[in-house]
């Protein structure tokens, strides 16, 4: 019964160079969702995505971050040339969808990012 | 001891003790709360929820308590354990399918 995995745990970039954090779901659950945590701070929303198509990327920059979630495999936060303030952690979590129930969202142990 | 949430973000309690941690959530029409647990190091965990068209709900040592008139929620842990001690958020969610979460509250145990 797996739950949320994200990987790497933790990841080490250097200024400029490319951050790809990954998140496989819950198994059946088709919605996904990232969000970024400063040190002693809520969940900042950033991207919400089903298979093939991004729903709402309201919270996310509109430079430099992506994000992505094929139909195979798992779903991608990409972050080019990183600055050091994207140092966070960055969760994702999953939902199933059930026709219009409220449905909770779980989330895995994060990634969390220092940039040197 | 009772902490609201944005105002007070820590809370200390004895162990056995209940704990009561509040939120003030901010859109008239969110229809569904959470509560969750987030322990150092790791994801927040789920603990209970409730819907709108509900005002209590009560889970193992738990229980939540929803005032729409005030958009105010509330945690309530009964007997307070040292494992408990962790960071405790609510989150609201829109019609939109959208979870907003709160600052946070700390909660630590005291043995």
């Known amino acids: 019964n797996a739950g949320v995995m994200q990987n790497p745990r933790h990841l080490v970039r250097r200024r400029g160079q490319e951050a790809r954090l990954r998140c496989s779901p819950m198994?059946?659950?088709?919605?996904v969702y990232w969000y970024r945590q400063l040190p002693e701070e809520g969940l900042k929303f950033m991207v919400y995505?089903?298979?093939?198509?991004?729903?709402?990327e309201s919270g996310m920059p509109k430079e430099r971050f992506s994000a992505e979630f094929p139909k195979e495999g798992p779903s991608i936060l990409r972050i080019q040339q990183v600055v050091r303030g994207d140092s966070a952690a960055y969760f994702c979590?999953?939902?199933?969808?059930?026709?219009?129930?409220?449905?909770?969202?779980?989330f895995g142990d994060g990634t969390r990012l220092s940039i040197l | 001891g009772e902490s609201v949430g944005l105002h007070l973000p820590t809370l200390s309690v004895q162990e056995g003790d209940n704990s009561i941690i509040n939120c003030a959530y901010s859109n008239s029409a969110s229809d569904y709360f959470i509560w969750y647990k987030q322990e150092s190091g790791k994801g927040p965990q789920f603990i209970i929820d409730i819907r709108s068209n509900m005002d209590k709900r009560q889970g193992q040592r738990v229980t939540v308590l929803l005032n729409k008139t005030v958009k105010h929620l509330s945690l309530q842990i009964a007997a307070t354990q040292p494992g408990d001690s962790a960071v405790y958020f609510c989150?609201?969610?829109?019609?939109?399918?959208?979870?907003?979460f709160g600052t946070g509250t700390s909660l630590t145990v005291i043995p």
């Open positions: 979590a999953s939902s199933p969808r059930i026709g219009n129930s409220n449905q909770p969202q779980h």
């Open positions: 198994k059946g659950h088709s919605h």
């Open positions: 989150a609201e969610q829109y019609s939109n399918n959208q979870f907003y």
């Open positions: 995505l089903q298979k093939e198509n991004i729903i709402d």
